[in-house]
C-alpha cells in the first residue's frame, strides 16, 4: 500500500480535521491506517515534553498504539515556520530521521497518512521544504484548501508546484464548504480547479468543531468519495504489473538484450524513481547503481529540472532549427560554450551521442574536402573503443562483439592498438612499460599522418570495452600528435562528461582542448534525449561561403536543439552550480576508491578500474593468470541479478560490473551500493 500526504494550500485550512476523516473513515471499512505528522510546531509543553496536538489527535482517531517518536519525530514549542523554530530550540529537522520513521510506519500498517505542516512550500531548514519531504517519501499529495473565495488561485498554484517537482497529486478536498452558505465561489471551486488542474475532487468537506470519530465518520461517508480514496492507496497491482511484463515481452524489443533469455526470465519494470532510487510495478526499490545507463546526474525526478521542463511546457514544445533559432538552444548554447574546454565555441545540436559523434565525423571530413585536400579522408580510432550505434560511429568503434556484422556496411579506419593496463597487449606492465601502447598511434601519425581527417578517442576511460583506463599522458600524448600533423582529436565525452571523472570533462584532468567534442548522456541531467557537437571557429569558419558553393553543412535532425529538452539542461547545469555538485563528489569519488580498493581481498576479482565516479570491476577465474570467465557463464549478468534481489541496479559488460550511481547520490546510498556490490560478488563467486 502506497502513503498518501496531505497538504494545504495554507495552514489553517483545516489538513487535520479531512486527515482525520480519512483516517477514520477507512479504518471503519477495515483497512488498517497509519498515522504520522512529522513536523508540528506551536506545541505546549506537558509535563516537561512537548505535545503535539494535531498529531496527537490523528494517533488517538487511528486508535494505533505507534509511539508518539515515530509520529512526530519533530515537534516545536514555538508557533513558527519549522525553519524558524528549529535553530530556535537547536534541533535541526533532520529528513533521514523522518524518513526513517516514515519506513517504520509504512512496514506497520496497510495505509499511512501523512500529514503536513502549512502549504509546500514551508521551509523545513535552509535547503528543504514540505514539498522536499513529499518527493523524498515517495508519496502522492492531497490537497486541501478551503471553499472560499481565492481558492482556485491557490490550489492551482499548489497542484502546479507539487507536478513541477514531480509529486502526483492523487485529489483535491475542499474543506469548510459550508461556512459561507451558499456563497457563488463556493458553488463554483470544484469544477473551476478540477478543470484548470485535471485533478480529482474529491469532495466538499463540511465545517466541524472538535469531531469526534463517529461524527468524522459520518461527515466522510456523505461528503467524500472514500472508494476514490482508497483506490490512491493501492501502489500497481500484481494482476497489473504480471499484466505489463506479458505485454512488455510479446511487443517490445529491448536494446542490448538476448530477447530469447528475457523472454524466459522475470522482467523488471520500472514504474517511478526518485532520488538515486527506482522502484518497480511491484514497489520492489532499487538503487540506481549506473544511472540508468550513464546518464542521470543528479538524481531522479530533481525539482529544479521538473520546474524547467514544467516552464518550458507553457511557452514552447518544439520549433526547427533549420534556418531559425529558439530561445533555451541558445542560452544552453551560451552555458555550454562557458563551461567547455576554451576554444570550442561552436554548437551543434543533435539528439544523442551516437549522432554526436556522427556528426563530427561528417565535420571533420567535408571539412579537409572544402579545403582543398581530398588526401585528408581517413580517421584513427583505437581498438576496444565504442563510439555509438549509426554506421558512421560503429566504423570508429572496435569491439567486435557489437560491431562484427555489420562490417561490410563500414568505412576502414586506421585502428591504434588500445591502452589496457590490466591485460596489456604488449605484454608490458604499467609504469615500467614507459606507456608502450603510444607507439603504435605515434607509427600511426608517421605513416598516415597526412592522410588522417581526425582522431577519435574516448578521454581517459573506454566505457563500453569494460571501463579499460587509459594511463596518464596519453591523452596529452595524442594531442601533441594531433598537433604536430594538423589533425582533428574528436574527444567522445558522452559517458565521461559532466562530472563523472570529477571535472566538468574528462580531457580537463590532462589540460586538453580538442577540435571537436561530442556530448550528450548527462547533458540534460538524465531527463531528455539531447547531444551537442562543439567545435571550434576555425572548423565553423571552413563551411561559410556563398550559397551556391555548397559549402552547408547538410546535416541535422527534425529534433534539433528541441527547446524542452535545452531548458532540461540549462537546468541542470545550474544545479551543478547551486548544489556544489563536483566540490562534493570529491569525497564520494574518495570513498568509492576506499571501497574498490577493498574488493581486491576477493578471490575472483582480477582488477577494479576507476576515474572519478566511473568503475569497472573484472571478474576472473583464476586471479593469478587472468583466466576470465567464460561468456556462456554469465557470471557478471549472474552478479547483477543477486545485486537485484538485494535493491540494486547494475549492468555488467561481459564479465565487467559497471559502477556509476548519480552524482548526487546520498553518502549512505553509496556505501548500501558498495555493501550489496560486494555481497553479491561473494555470493555468485564464493567468499574469501
Known amino acids: 500500500m502506497r502513503a498518501l500526504f496531505v497538504t494545504g494550500t495554507d495552514t489553517g485550512v483545516g489538513k487535520t480535521t479531512v486527515s482525520g476523516a480519512i483516517v477514520a473513515a477507512l479504518r471503519a471499512r477495515g483497512l488498517d491506517v497509519g498515522v ?58 533532520d529528513l533521514d530521521v523522518i524518513e526513517g520513521a516514515f519506513r517504520t510506519l509504512e512496514g506497520r500498517h496497510e495505509a499511512l497518512v501523512v500529514e503536513g505542516a502549512g502549504g509546500v512550500m514551508v521551509p523545513l531548514d535552509d535547503r528543504h521544504t514540505i514539498l522536499d519531504l513529499i518527493r523524498r517519501l515517495g508519496a502522492s499529495a492531497v490537497v486541501v484548501a478551503r471553499a472560499e473565495l481565492g481558492t482556485i488561485n491557490h490550489t492551482v498554484l499548489t497542484v502546479n508546484a507539487l507536478r513541477s517537482a514531480g509529486v502526483p497529486v492523487a485529489g483535491v478536498i475542499l474543506n469548510h464548504s459550508d461556512a459561507l452558505g451558499s456563497d457563488a465561489s463556493v458553488e463554483t471551486n470544484a ?97 540506481d547503481g549506473h544511472s540508468s545507463l550513464w546518464v542521470n546526474i543528479h538524481g531522479h525526478r530533481h525539482p529544479a529540472i521538473n520546474r524547467a521542463i514544467s516552464d518550458q511546457l507553457t511557452r514552447l514544445d518544439h520549433s526547427t532549427m533549420l534556418g531559425l533559432g529558439n530561445v533555451r538552444a541558445i542560452e544552453l548554447a551560451e552555458r555550454l560554450v562557458a563551461i567547455a574546454p576554451p576554444g570550442l565555441t561552436r554548437v551543434f545540436y543533435s539528439d544523442n551521442g551516437s549522432t554526436a559523434v556522427e556528426a563530427a565525423l561528417k565535420m571533420a571530413f567535408q571539412y579537409w574536402r572544402q579545403q582543398g585536400n581530398s588526401k585528408r579522408t581517413r580517421f584513427a580510432a583505437l581498438g576496444g573503443a565504442y563510439h555509438g550505434d549509426t554506421l558512421g560511429s560503429v566504423s570508429v568503434g572496435g569491439i567486435d562483439t557489437f560491431h562484427q556484422a555489420f562490417k561490410p556496411l563500414l568505412f576502414e579506419v586506421e585502428r591504434v592498438v588500445g591502452p589496457d593496463c590490466y591485460r596489456c597487449p604488449l605484454g608490458k606492465t604499467y609504469p615500467s612499460c614507459e606507456t608502450a601502447c603510444l607507439g603504435d598511434l605515434e607509427r600511426v601519425f608517421a605513416e598516415r599522418g597526412d592522410e588522417l581527417a581526425g582522431l577519435v578517442l574516448e578521454p581517459l576511460i573506454q566505457g563500453a570495452s569494460g571501463m579499460k583506463a587509459m594511463p596518464p599522458g596519453y591523452l596529452k600524448r595524442a594531442r601533441e600528435l594531433c598537433d604536430r600533423h594538423d589533425v582533428f582529436l574528436i574527444l567522445d565525452e558522452v559517458a565521461t562528461g559532466f562530472g563523472r571523472t570529477g571535472r566538468m570533462f574528462a580531457c580537463e584532468n590532462e589540460g586538453v582542448v580538442p577540435d571537436m567534442m561530442a556530448v550528450a548522456k548527462g547533458l540534460t541531467g538524465g531527463y531528455l534525449p539531447l547531444a551537442a557537437t562543439l567545435t571550434t571557429d576555425r572548423v565553423y569558419e571552413g563551411f561559410l561561403g556563398s550559397y551556391n558553393e555548397l559549402k552547408t553543412f547538410f546535416h541535422g535532425h527534425s529534433y534539433t536543439g528541441n527547446p524542452i529538452a535545452c531548458a532540461a539542461a540549462i537546468a541542470s547545469l545550474q544545479v551543478f552550480e547551486d548544489e556544489r555538485t563536483l566540490e562534493r563528489l570529491a569525497p564520494k569519488i574518495a570513498y568509492l576508491e576506499k571501497r574498490l580498493n577493498g574488493l581486491l581481498s576477493l578471490p575472483h576479482v582480477g582488477d577494479v578500474r576507476q576515474r572519478g565516479f566511473i568503475a569497472g570491476i573484472e571478474l576472473v577465474r583464476d586471479r593469478a593468470t587472468k583466466e576470465p570467465y567464460d561468456w556462456s557463464e554469465k557470471i557478471g549478468l549472474k552478479v547483477c541479478q543477486e545485486a537485484r534481489e538485494r535493491g540494486a541496479m547494475l549492468r555488467p559488460i561481459g564479465n565487467v560490473l559497471v559502477v556509476m550511481p548519480p552524482l548526487a547520490i546520498a553518502d ?18 564464493g567468499r574469501p
Open 36 to 93: 504520522m505528522k512529522p513536523v508540528e510546531t506551536g506545541c505546549p509543553l506537558r509535563h516537561g515534553k512537548l505535545h503535539p496536538p494535531d498529531a496527537h489527535h490523528l494517533r488517538a482517531i487511528a486508535g494505533v498504539l505507534d509511539d508518539m517518536s515515530l509520529v512526530c519525530p519533530f515537534p516545536y514549542e514555538s508557533p513558527v515556520a519549522p525553519a524558524v523554530a528549529a535553530p530556535l530550540e537547536g534541533i535541526p529537522v
Open 191 to 287: 469544477a473551476q480547479i478540477a478543470h484548470w488542474t485535471g485533478v480529482p475532487i474529491w469532495g466538499s468537506f463540511p465545517h466541524l468543531l472538535a469531531p469526534d470519530p463517529a461524527t468524522l465518520i459520518a461527515a466522510a461517508e456523505g461528503t467524500l468519495d472514500l472508494e476514490a480514496i482508497a483506490r490512491a492507496f493501492e501502489g500497481p497491482s500484481d494482476q497489473r504489473a504480471e499484466a505489463l511484463e506479458a505485454l512488455d515481452k510479446r511487443l517490445l524489443w529491448h536494446p542490448f538484450t538476448q530477447m530469447a533469455d528475457f523472454e524466459q526470465e522475470p522482467a523488471v519494470i520500472i514504474a517511478e524513481a526518485d532520488g538515486s532510487t527506482l522502484v518497480d510495478t511491484y514497489g520492489q526499490r532499487y538503487l
Open 668 to 685: 549512505d546510498d553509496l556505501a548500501k551500493l558498495m555493501d550489496i556490490v560486494t555481497e553479491s560478488i561473494e555470493a555468485v563467486t
